[in-house]
């Protein structure tokens, strides 16, 4: 009975410290060690609707992703890797058609088109759109909630290139 006990103890004290040494953590991901420097450029607002804020708020959230989430050094021009694009859409269109054909939700919707240049691996290279949305209440004004809705927006899409770009999704 005292083995079982013992035998049981060891099995639990080994599939925690198992647990405990797997690490979960994206950060550095799968970039090649020779990669240094990233340069992320500006992305235009290129679509038919083009809100003041957006090609700002979207860059800059994606700088701070790769500035505090791999070891590279951001530059202006240059880089090791190179992010550009732009932004191609960007709409609201109403969803979720109630029975009195009103509807309860509208979708924002942005789209950005993003264009990856690995100097050091040609390999990697790729040019894709992304596109991500939130819905808000239709009884909402969307300039009540767009500021919000952007920054969401564009914490997705970012976190969809990161992806593609450090873990190789």
Not at 149 to 159: D, G, Y
Request: glycine letters at 4%; one cysteine or more; hydrophobic letters at 40%.
């Amino acid at each position: 009975m005292k083995i079982g006990q013992i035998f049981a103890v060891i099995i639990f004290y080994t599939s925690f410290t198992a647990c405990r040494v797997v690490d979960y953590s994206f950060v550095g991901g799968t970039l090649d060690p020779k990669i240094q420097t990233v340069t992320i450029n500006y992305f235009p607002n290129n679509a038919e609707i083009v809100q003041p804020t957006l090609s700002q708020t979207f860059t800059e959230t994606l700088r701070n992703r790769f500035a505090s989430q791999t070891r590279l050094n951001v530059v202006d021009k240059n880089g090791d890797i190179i992010i550009e694009g732009t932004i191609t859409n960007y709409n609201t269109q109403p969803v979720a058609i109630q029975g009195n054909e009103t509807a309860a939700l509208n979708r924002l919707t942005i789209t950005v088109n993003v264009k990856f240049t690995n100097n050091i691996n040609n390999f990697q290279n790729f040019e894709s759109s992304f596109s991500r949305y939130e819905d808000y209440e239709s009884s909402l004004n969307l300039s009540s909630v767009e500021n919000t809705l952007i920054q969401q927006i564009c914490e997705s899409l970012v976190e969809d290139i990161f992806n593609r770009i450090v873990v190789n999704w």
